[in-house]
């Protein structure tokens, strides 16, 4: 395998600071020559809500879909955009080291959460951010947007709005972290599973011998702390039924052992109604490598303690 390596990936500002992040690091890994193909995906090209037009594949489909023709070698996508049911003839390859995965705050003012004053505007774009910053008891209006980072801040800085919710990981890639004015402690808000981490996709190695040896070279980005976290977040995810679009949030945390004792993972999580008054909160420690499964019983607690009964208002759908 010597060719150029074409890397799928979105064409927004973010996807593309995403996608170069990762084409620098597997050309240092491997010496390859990596080339970006920006791929226009229905996520992209629509103002609707997700859950109006798919949920959580309407950003990786269409990159799927170039796999799988051969059109890209490989793609990059956020991996909360990811469903997390399995895409025949196609593998998660690598998931490299996460940024921080904190929701983040920036005020027209420079204002904290808890100095906006009762009835100022917040924009998201997430049911989940929405649910927990009501449940917060803060007395704020918090209204949907869509849009990039750059359409969302705009609407800060016209008056639109008081403040917007986003991932800090992306304010870290697009090198805008001085704009934030707090970043939100998991007590107060849990990010969404998966938040902060990428996934690198590849075509399933069994398919043919190219495929196979993309799949080793693309191993060497693999950050197994990371992949083991996020498993027991999507785990979680995948076991309650909900998609990205759906009131949850999630944290895993590695915790590394000693000689004496084995790796473990903290994780935490909740589950909303979309209007923040009721929720289940729950959490479990147990070996790092059984990830997987302790997301599945911590959601089944979850699900146990009522969790299954937010869901009854249609606001969460299986995305998958």
Known sequence: MTAVLRLGTRGSALA???????????????????????ISTKGDTSSEPLDQIGGTG?????????????????AVHSLK???????PGLVIAAVPPREDPRDALITRDGLMLGELRPGAKLGTGSPRRMAQLQALGFGLEVVGVRGNVDT??????????????????????????????????????????GQGALAVECRAPDTDVAAAELCALLAGLNDPDTRAVVTAERALLATLEAGCTAPVGALGEAITGDDEYEDELYLRAI????????????????????????????????LSEGAKDLMTDGSWEHQE
């Open 271 to 302: 589950a909303l109604s979309t209007d923040g008054s009721d929720s289940v909160k729950l959490s479990v420690t147990g070996p790092l490598a059984d990830a997987e499964a302790l997301g599945r019983k911590l959601a089944d607690e979850m």
């Open 58 to 74: 309407v950003f990786v489909s269409a990159l799927r879909e170039a796999l799988l023709d051969g059109r890209i070698d490989l």
């Open 152 to 193: 969302r801040l705009r609407k800060v800085a016209a008056g639109e709005l008081d403040g917007v919710v986003l991932a800090r990981a992306g304010l870290a890639r697009l090198g805008r972290l001085a704009e934030i004015s707090e970043v939100l402690d998991p007590i107060q808000m849990l990010p969404a599973p």
């Open 16 to 38: 593309l600071a995403q996608a170069t992040g990762v084409a620098a690091d597997l050309t240092a890994l491997t010496g390859r020559q990596v080339e970006l193909v920006q």
């Open 81 to 87: 955009d990811l469903p997390t049911a399995d895409a």
